[in-house]
């Protein structure tokens, strides 16, 4: 299943938004955290995980999703939230703390929320996996049309959640995709050193559902296999793992000094970054020119910029605003 | 009276949930052992058969997992009621509860509400030891975005329920296994009260005065306030008056009717089944002192289960539950009343 151009279009404008958005934020973050880094200094405090390089993922799987789909997402959750159509302006303004962002300023960089499209986030690894169950079994309670995917990474298939999960929603079968993305790292561990097997993917074996592993961080390989395992959810079959083979290029968070990977790992990482790849690719086969694609661009870094602009213009939230929105 | 339809709380609270069942096609149940045998402690017998596989559901031992479900539906429109079987099971899904449940309405600035009520089964007394007899209202009631709820009488516990299903926020519904009904578990013969059969909230969050009196204040929750109950009536053939208060909610707290019954009686006993320290006992305490020092004629009590796990032997854990004949003994410290012969 090839996307058609239109989608095509969509899926490296959304890639490309990801990247210019996280290298706004990671210049704006490191803005009075020098000489000295002190994480609770800055325009943007706390911990700040990006997802330079993990695009593809995002936007494969969320090309198939209307806004009536539910996601939930991760502590590293921008290039998600873009590609499943989360405003970036209150997205750029809740993660600067500002009484304009999605939370008013109450949950951060990685706790995103945006009920407009269904999106939610857990900070905790692998909680994202029994809300996103329960998303589905109130489509099928209900006999409601949508699915809902969760986005982990791979060290989360090693959490209790992950398993429970997956075990309700293939008993169950409910209309849910697990998506995967194995950047290799759980913080400074391997994949490797932490993973009793190769691929969570096999894993699928376990609940008796299909199971997928991706290789290459190829938006368009994703794009196929997600396609298939919505649309599969979406026809009452039940739920599908996939497991994506990404990059991590940045760190675990900003400030982290990456001793821990091998030496070389970042430049093989870069050579493969897929934002070129596809570029240099869509110019190959002819699909698009130079021109339509630098107009993608373009577009891009309008909404980045458009959004930050607004993030940094915005207020912050009266402080005795924290007392309030506990309760319903 | 004679003719009133008594019911136990199991029962009580299965006619809630089928009465807003009827009325609210957005609630289901589920739960371990929920479905076909009706609840362990009874409290969803008869929901299976009016209702059906669809919204009453057996769910595997995984509490996580399903805790967690019920959050993602309560966010997409639906009402999940899903029971945690025993209290003591809260350290294999707490972060479903307090991470989740009690914080996404807050960290998505009401962009979600999470209306979902999670039951479970509270107390001892009967010698299941540490893991199966714990109270630990205690803790969910520490940690904020939850309100939390426990019945003493069956008809509390149906209007609660009902008050609970209809409630925009999550809310931790603990009801007492010694006053649950069962007929193998023993039963405080108090909690099986009269309970009309039309539908009817008791408001969250407001406690009520169970016996009234002049002397001291008995402030209590769920198997606690018939403890206190019971220790007024011995009290009583004394000439001392005790007043005793029924929180029903610890979330929120109805802390005007703890200070205003202190405030007439002058002497306060807390009598809690959950643990001693950083607890309720000491929260309802605080309550008095921080505002109405001057209206204590004696320090405060706590009747409280001390700090040690939940024993087995009958006769150990005995000696550390609440009990009528502590808190008596301790409202005749207070009172400077002599103790009887």
Not at chain 1, 92 to 117: N, P, Q, W, Y
Not at chain 1, 280 to 296: H, Q
Not at chain 2, 51 to 73: H, L, N, Q
Not at chain 2, 315 to 332: S, T
Request: charged fraction near 20%.
């Amino acid at each position: 299943m090839q996307p058609a151009k239109d989608t095509l279009a969509w899926m490296y404008e959304k890639m490309v938004t990801s990247r210019r958005f996280e290298n706004a934020i990671e210049k704006i973050y490191m803005e009075g955290k020098s000489p000295v880094f002190n994480m609770a200094d800055g325009p943007i405090p706390g911990e700040m995980h990006l997802s330079d390089g993990q695009e593809p993922v995002a936007v494969g799987v969320c090309a198939h999703l209307e806004a009536g789909d539910v996601v939930t997402a991760t502590h590293r959750p921008h290039h998600q939230a873009i590609a499943k159509g989360v405003d970036l302006k209150k997205m750029a303004a809740e993660i600067f703390g500002k009484a304009t962002g999605l939370s008013g300023g109450r949950g951060g960089h990685m706790h995103i929320f945006d009920a407009e499209v269904n999106f939610a986030c857990s900070g905790i690894i692998a909680q994202g996996m029994g809300p996103a169950a329960g998303a589905a079994l109130s489509r099928q309670i209900q006999g409601k049309p949508g699915v809902a995917v969760s986005f982990i990474g791979e060290g989360a298939a090693n959490q209790g959640a992950f398993h429970e999960a997956l075990n309700l929603a293939a008993v169950w079968k409910l209309p849910m995709v697990v998506v995967v993305e194995d950047n290799a790292w759980g913080i400074s561990v391997s994949k490797e050193a932490s993973t009793a097997i190769k691929r969570n993917s096999d894993r699928a074996a376990a609940y008796g559902i299909p199971g997928h592993y991706i290789p290459g961080n190829d938006p368009l390989k994703i794009y196929e296999v997600a396609g298939e395992a919505i649309a599969r959810a979406r026809r009452g079959e039940g739920p599908t793992l996939i497991e994506v083979e990404t990059y991590r290029l940045a760190g675990h968070f900003m400030g982290d000094a990456e001793g821990y990977r091998p030496d070389g790992e970042k430049d093989g990482l870069f050579a493969k970054d897929p934002i070129p790849v596809m570029r240099t690719s869509l110019l190959a086969d002819g699909s698009f020119t130079d021109a339509e694609l630098d107009g993608l661009e373009t577009s891009a870094q309008a909404a980045v910029d458009e959004a930050i602009r607004f993030a940094r213009d915005s207020a912050d939230p009266k402080p005795e605003d924290a007392l309030t929105a506990v309760f319903a | 009276m004679e003719n009133e339809r008594k019911l136990t709380i199991a029962r009580a609270m299965a006619e809630a949930m089928a009465q807003e069942m009827r009325i609210d096609p957005s609630v289901f149940v589920m739960g371990e052992d929920i479905a076909e045998l009706g609840g362990v402690f009874g409290n969803t017998r008869g929901l299976l058969e009016e209702f059906g596989k669809e919204r009453v559901r057996d769910t595997p031992i995984s509490e996580t997992g399903f805790i967690g479900a019920a959050v993602g539906a309560a966010q997409d429109g639906m009402k999940p009621v899903v029971e945690l079987m025993f209290v003591d099971f809260f350290g294999v899904c707490f972060d479903a509860i307090y991470n989740l449940m009690a914080k996404n309405t807050y960290f998505s600035g009401g962009n979600f509400n999470v209306p979902m009520v999670l039951m479970t089964s509270t107390g001892g007394g009967y010698s299941d030891a540490g893991q199966h007899s714990q109270c630990l209202y205690g803790s969910f009631a520490h940690l904020p975005g939850m309100k939390v709820v426990s019945p003493s009488n069956a008809y509390d516990a149906k209007g609660l329920m009902t008050a609970a299903l209809r409630d925009p926020n999550p809310v931790i519904y603990m009801f007492h296994k010694g006053l649950q009904g069962m007929g193998w578990l023993g039963t405080e013969a108090g909690a099986i009260t009269h309970v009309p059969d039309e539908s009817y909230e008791v408001e969250i969050g407001k406690a009520a005065i169970a016996r009234e009196g002049r002397d001291v204040t008995i402030v209590s929750i769920a198997q606690g306030v018939h403890h206190g109950l019971k220790a007024a009536d011995a009290l009583a053939q004394q000439g001392i008056s005790a007043e005793v208060v029924d929180l029903r909610s610890l979330v929120p707290l109805d802390r005007e009717t703890v200070r205003a019954s202190v405030a007439k009686t002058g002497r306060l006993i807390v009598v809690d089944e959950d643990y001693h320290s950083y607890g309720v006992s000491g929260e309802i305490i605080a309550t008095v002192t921080e505002s109405n020092m001057a209206d204590l004629k004696a320090p405060p009590r706590r009747i409280a289960y001390p700090d040690v796990p939940i024993p087995f032997a009958r006769v150990m854990e005995q000696h550390c539950l609440p009990n009528a004949d502590k808190i008596a003994a301790a409202a005749r410290e207070l009172c400077g009343a002599p103790v009887p012969a």
